[in-house]
């Protein structure tokens, strides 16, 4: 069969440089705001095996994971200078081009034969890749296997980009999403965990990279008019031609980013109602994966970092309020003082202490991952009340849709790294009624929730990046309408900053 270069495969290699770009720029961004990789899911403090920052280790004993991100350049990434928000914009939006792109590929690879182009059928091909490779260090250029369009050494090389490291960059993608890796995480052990599937994504990142420059090198070795009429024309029969028209391709790549990024650092919310038209019709779907971790003891030990304890080293972020109520609170230990109100569209609005949060909760435990949305994680086990058995008691009016969850925190007094205002965060229905949906009075085996990490009470989403986890929880409010609280967005970082309040990926 002829094995040329057919319409749609050209179009497909030109889509993906656009996507490609766009993914590694827009991860760049991501990995900015963490820039540390780890092998456990633990992210101790010092025990990275790679870093890309040139900050020192804050010397403080208590900091916020928001003190470590480092803002690379809007040349670099997109859109640079630290918006994490705009760089998950731009990458779930990158993702959809690129999975929908593969998957259209790789079933026409298979429709029309082109499969083998890609798929050696001999042995032999691999030998003959060892040749090829000499030729090139001796700059000169291999021939194609006879049938084929291309030497062994590029469809071996092609086949592996295409064939298996394009599935692994998506799977390890796939389950950076806290609903995802929370659903399967069985699967999310297996492949190593949540640390090591961030390590690997990152790895292909470079994958790619390395890719892109050896293929760029090959091009101009085989002669970059030829090479490039081939990429648009099909055939080489008109180099000039051909390269021109490529040419002014990649220029208008290059401009595409250009005005990505200053449209972005310009209007951060017309971004989002783009994110929001393509990527929310495929992510509201993950409202289907409730949360049903089930970690063990063993993995809560820390074992695998040699350290004694998980509420030590379960990371906080944010600091906690310095209001004279919640000091007072902290002062008493908070058993006979604090109260959680709960009310709002109910027919029982009632208030519950911890002791009685506690006999409602009857011992029920949940040892769970946590995702922060920068990207570390910790692992604890958590003693509490589901929010569903809590909307049971106080059983929301018909027409109720969503809850609201207020802390004790105000941003800008407690924590200067952000504006000023009530942190708050809400809850579809669906979301609030999930299994794993939890409200915490206690961490691990040494009893209260330490204030670094949200105590005396606080909200854990097992299906979300972990900022929606609020902290120093005051009281819940079910509502009919969360878009008329504050600026409408239903959170306190889906307000000031740019993050969707579907956080599940």
């Known amino acids: 069969m002829d094995l040329g270069f057919p319409w749609w495969l050209r179009v497909e290699h030109f889509l993906n440089i656009i996507f490609i770009s766009f993914l590694v720029r827009s991860g760049l961004e991501i990995l900015g705001t963490y820039p540390k990789l780890y092998r456990s899911q633990h992210t101790v403090p010092g ?8 900050q020192d280790e804050p010397k403080h ?5 928001g003190g470590e991100d480092s803002n690379y350049s809007p040349r670099i990434s997109l ?14 939006m990158a993702v959809t081009g690129f999975v929908t792109c593969w998957i259209i590929y790789f079933v026409l690879l298979l429709v029309t034969g082109q499969w083998r182009r890609y798929v050696p059928t001999s042995w032999d091909v691999f030998s003959q890749a060892g040749q090829d490779m000499l030729a090139y260090l001796a700059f000169t250029m291999p021939h194609p296997v006879d049938g084929m369009v291309f030497n062994a050494l590029q469809q071996l090389s092609y086949g592996f980009v295409i064939l298996i490291l394009t599935p692994l960059v998506i799977l390890t993608g796939a389950f950076q999403s806290p609903a995802i890796a929370n659903h399967f995480s069985r699967i999310t052990r297996a492949l190593g965990g949540r640390q090591v599937i961030r390590s690997t994504h990152f790895l292909c990142l470079v994958g790619y990279v390395a890719f892109f420059a050896v293929h760029v090198i090959l091009v101009f070795m085989h002669g970059y008019l030829h090479e490039t009429s081939k990429m648009v024309l099909g055939h080489s029969n008109s180099p000039v031609v051909g390269g021109v028209i490529f040419s002014i391709g990649l220029a208008l790549i290059v401009t595409l980013h250009v005005v990505a990024t200053r ?4 209007d951060g919310r017309a971004v989002e109602k783009l994110h929001n038209v393509i990527v929310r019709p495929w992510s509201n779907l993950l409202y289907k994966l409730p949360a049903r971790m089930h970690y063990d003891r063993s993995n809560i030990t820390g074992k695998d970092v040699g350290i004694d304890n998980t509420t030590h080293n379960f990371r906080g972020s944010g600091r906690p309020p310095e209001t004279p109520e919640y000091l007072a609170l902290m002062a008493n230990c908070y058993e006979d003082d604090y109260v959680l109100e709960i009310g709002g569209y109910v027919e029982r609005p009632m208030t519950l202490t911890i002791a009685q949060l506690r006999e409602l909760a009857a011992g029920h435990s949940q040892t769970t991952l946590h995702h922060c949305v920068q990207g570390f994680t910790s692992i604890g086990r958590w003693r509490g009340i589901t929010v569903s058995d809590l909307l049971d008691l106080v059983k929301p009016l018909p027409g109720a849709t969503d809850v609201v969850y207020t802390s004790f925190q105000n941003m800008g007094r407690d924590d200067v790294l952000y504006e000023g205002g009530t942190y708050y965060e809400s809850t579809p229905m669906v979301e609030a009624r999930m299994p794993q949906t939890l409200i915490a009075f206690e961490l691990n085996d040494e009893g209260e929730i330490p204030a670094k990490n949200g105590g005396p009470v606080r909200l854990r989403l097992e299906t979300s990046t972990g900022f929606r986890s609020l902290k120093w929880l005051e009281r819940i409010e079910v509502t009919n309408r969360y878009d008329i609280i504050l600026k409408g967005r239903g959170g306190f970082f889906e307000d000031t900053d740019f993050y969707d309040r579907n956080q599940l990926i």
């Not at 025990?47 to 040139?54: D, R």
């Not at 004993?61 to 994971?65: L, Q, R, S």
């Open 263 to 266: 449209w972005t650092l310009a």
């Open 47 to 54: 025990t990275s095996w790679a870093q890309f920052t040139v």
């Open 79 to 92: 859109p640079g200078r630290g918006l994490l928000g705009l760089g998950r914009y731009w990458h779930f």
């Open 61 to 65: 004993k208590y900091y916020t994971v």
